[in-house]
């Protein structure tokens, strides 16, 4: 019989990862849309899946769709570093430049009323520093 509780405690989580998704899905459909288009690369050619809090939205690259700002939020800030190879700056030899690159490259096409207004507000810098930001020696900054 003790397997039995396992089994019902696995349906529950089960519900209420379902229930939950749910709720993120009504969200994001509830969002004003905006239009993008991720295009091809030469290293780059597989559909884009942008993940939220459980819920994906899968992006064929070369098409033009329509998605929450919540996705486009997730593009803008999904980043990876590259490296270019770089001479030193004071001329005795080469090295690799780190910079901070966008993953997937997209253009925006159109927005839906109040799209454009939703991103800007997620963009601006946050106006209240009044948090403690402490490091790993446990010093606050």
Known sequence: MAGLGAVKKNEVREKVAR???????????????????????????????????????KIMRDKEGWVPCAVVHRLENAKEIRYKLAEKPDKSGMYL???MVLREVYQIID????????????????????FKVVDAGNEER
């Open 97 to 99: 430049e780190p910079r």
């Open 19 to 57: 229930d939950y998704v749910g709720k993120v899905r009504d969200i994001l459909r509830a969002q004003p849309k905006v239009r993008i288009m991720i295009p091809s690369t030469e290293t780059k050619k597989t559909d884009v899946v942008v993940g939220i809090n459980g819920y994906a939205y």
């Open 111 to 130: 927005y839906e009323e109040g799209a454009k207004e939703l991103l800007q507000s997620w963009r601006r810098p946050f106006k209240d520093r009044s």
